[in-house]
Structure formats: C-alpha cells, structure tokens
C-alpha cells in the first residue's frame, strides 16, 4: 500500500503534529484523511462529527501542506495512530543524524512519514469538498468567530446537563453547531469552533469565506474549514 510521503522540512512534521494533536483534543476518536495528489498533500478532519448521528453537520478542517516528492493516495486513519506514526518518525530522525565532513545532517529519507496501513471507514470521508468555483462571500474578523465559538460552547454547556450523552447530546450539539451564525449567511456556528479549536485564526485577522454550489469555506491564516451550508439558511432561502 503507498502510505507514506516526504515533507520538506522538520518543522513541517512538527506543524502536522500539533495541527492533529488539536484535532484530537476536540475529538478523541476522531479520524484524518490524508489525500495526495502530486506536490501537495490535503489533511483533512472532522472535529464535531458524530458518526453514530446521522444529522450531525459536515464541517471540516483543512490543513495543505507540500510535498518534497511527488505522491498519489487517499487514506483515512485514526488520529491516533496518525499521531503515532509521526511520532516515530521525530524519533528516527534524531538518532539517524550522523557526522558528515564535520558537520551533523540527517539521512536523505528525513521527513519521511509513514502512515499506519491500518485504515478506517467514516461517513465524511467519503464526502470531498470541491476544489474549483469559488466566489467571495464576505468576510469576518477573527473576534467575531471567536465569539461564536465561546457562545456555542456556552449554548450547549446550558443545554445539557453533565448527566445527559449519548444520542439526545449528539443532536443538541448537531442543532446548535449546525446553525447559521447569522441567518443572512451560510456559514453555521460550528465552522467557527472548529476555526478556533484548530488554532487556524491569528489575534486581529480578517477572515475571507467563501461559496461554491453546497459549500461554504471559511480560509484564515492557517486553515481552511470547508463545511455544507448551514441548514436554517437553507430551509430559509429555499
């Protein structure tokens, strides 16, 4: 199975590591779909998808990197044992250094991650965003979507109380994330917490999102999180 890619530098590994160690925070037993095609390479995840509940909203992170060689796939594993394997390979890359006229290099497969051949099958997966047709939306300040995460989480603190899990929790958090943060715009409240969760918004930033046929993407500094329109503007405007 072609399961590993080369990334050009050390920190971008360091990069890929903290990005899912977020992802993981949000979401212990999430999984990550990595997608290659040529020079670059897609990582997707889904932080509050609940694969046990059908009407949980699709709203993903969106990490691209480049690679230093050219690879074609398209795997989804745990977080886990993705954190795993990058894991190892920091680990190698540091006992593989070795002394070359005078100097400390590392070996010319460093950067090298190979994902587990363990897979896993998710309902989101499955869904890919589209990559061509997009037209500016508008825009808005990181304050604001930090905003409408911490009432998010406020929402559904209220909501639910500590006791309550399994399918009624699923559906609060599907409702409330699910929601448009303004019933002018297609983007729902959920595309916010994940933007912050995933520390895609920089102190001050001015966040461009987008629009291309069901989708919605919101494109900060260091993420994109590309979801489908929030579902009361969609009954509102149909």
Known sequence: MNNCFVLPEETDVLDLTRYLERAQKLNAKGAVRFRAYGDVLTVYVAPISDDEYSESPLILGLRTMSLAEPAEFDLTVSISSALGALGKEVAEAEVSLVKRLGKITKTDRANE?????????????????????????????????????????????????????????????????????????????????????????????????????????????????????ALDYVSMNS
Do not use: N
Not at 153 to 173: K, M, N, Q, Y
């Open 113 to 229: 991650v190979c994902l587990p051949e363990e897979l896993v099958t998710v309902s989101w997966s499955s869904e890919t965003p589209t990559r061509v047709g997009w037209e500016l939306g508008g825009e808005i300040t990181q304050e604001e979507l930090t905003e409408i995460a911490r009432k998010g989480v406020a929402e559904i603190t209220e909501t639910l109380p500590a006791s309550v899990g399994g399918p009624i929790a699923a559906r609060v958090r599907a409702e409330i994330w699910g929601r448009a943060y303004d019933y002018k715009y297609p983007v729902p409240m959920g595309a916010a917490f994940v933007a912050a969760g995933l520390g895609f918004l920089t102190e001050g930033e001015i966040v461009s999102w987008y629009v291309s046929g069901e989708w919605v993407r919101v494109s900060a500094k260091h993420g994109h999180v590309i979801s489908k329109f």
